[in-house]
């Protein structure tokens, strides 16, 4: 979805603060993810068109950081960190069993993520921006169950759906 109108205003407002139009890119990228909770095709090219640049350009940003969503937004998303100390101590295991558990569930996004910053607890994962290190492939998919169920509760999560 293209920025509201009050997000248009607000996208030329942060383009103005720079002498650069295209130095824009990540704060425009936080505001359309934050005004839809993903990044769409056409927010992309929304931005694209309005810091003159082409889309590919834009696409390729975001798709180089992981904090930029560019798949619809799930009730969970859980982030496996699969950097070295982590990859070292179980963390593709841990990646494949959650992913494979929860492959049928829609609302439920698996995704690896390059680091987050715990290599002392290896290996990690994100539930909703919840860290949590975990023992193993079993104890994350039962971690990752509890938030299913509502045992637990991801910030960032509100009636069900992600917030943005």
Request: aromatic share 6%.
């Amino acid at each position: 979805m293209p920025y509201t109108p009050e997000n248009r205003e607000r996208a030329l407002r942060i383009i103005a603060r720079y002498p650069e139009r295209r130095s824009a890119l990540l704060p425009l990228l936080h505001l359309a993810q934050d005004q839809d909770g993903w990044l769409s095709p056409d927010a992309m090219a929304e931005i694209a068109e309005l810091l003159g640049i082409e889309p590919v350009e834009v696409l390729g940003v975001a798709s180089f950081y992981t904090m930029y969503k560019r798949d619809r937004p799930r009730r969970l998303v859980v982030s496996v960190c699969t950097n070295v100390s982590c990859l070292v101590n179980g963390a593709g295991q841990v990646h494949e069993a959650v992913a494979e558990a929860f492959a049928a569930d829609d609302e439920i996004l698996v995704e690896e993520v390059e680091c987050l910053a715990a290599c002392d607890a290896a290996p990690v994962l994100q539930v909703n921006y919840e860290f949590h290190p975990v023992a193993g492939p079993e104890a994350a998919v039962a971690l990752v169950e509890e938030y299913r169920r509502g045992d637990r509760t991801a910030r960032g999560v509100s009636g069900g759906r992600a917030l943005r």
